[in-house]
């Protein structure tokens, strides 16, 4: 699809390519909106390692498909999605999703603003959670 800026971007059965070089793979993308009031796509990653997230936005006049393509490959991949606790009221999101030419799924734990990744208490209590989840979903 053409953008605002006469660039490009493209959505492919395995990534979103942006105008700028950047290739999102859809396992990738934590969340995407299409913002019709300002004809745009909003793209928002998952963080990877000590990477946050990274935001996106694309101007699109005339966006055709594209942010129905988006929406069902982000959602495609996704086999779970559940929010648990960590350390009192603060937690974190663990998601399991598929990713292209690979076996199995890869898990991310995205956790809330302000719990200290880095604690080992915390970790300890993601990774049990991630087991947990497993164990439940066979997975």
Avoid at 35 to 47: Q, R, S
């Amino acid at each position: 699809m053409r953008t605002g800026d006469e660039s490009w971007v493209v959505g492919t059965d395995r990534a979103l390519h942006l105008s700028d070089g950047a290739v999102l793979g859809w396992h990738q993308i934590d969340q995407a909106r299409w913002l019709d009031v300002h004809k745009a796509l909003e793209v928002v990653t998952l963080p990877a390692g000590s990477t946050p997230a990274m935001s996106y936005r694309i101007e699109i006049p005339v966006p055709g498909l594209l942010p129905e393509l988006v929406r069902e490959r982000v959602t495609s991949n996704i086999v779970a999605s559940e929010r648990v606790l960590l350390t009192g009221r603060a937690g974190a999101r663990i998601v399991a999703r598929r990713v292209p030419g690979e076996e199995g799924v890869r898990w991310s734990v995205i956790y809330d603003e302000g719990v200290p990744s880095s604690d080992p208490d915390v970790q300890t209590a993601a990774r049990d959670a991630v087991a947990r989840l497993r164990t439940r979903l066979g997975v």
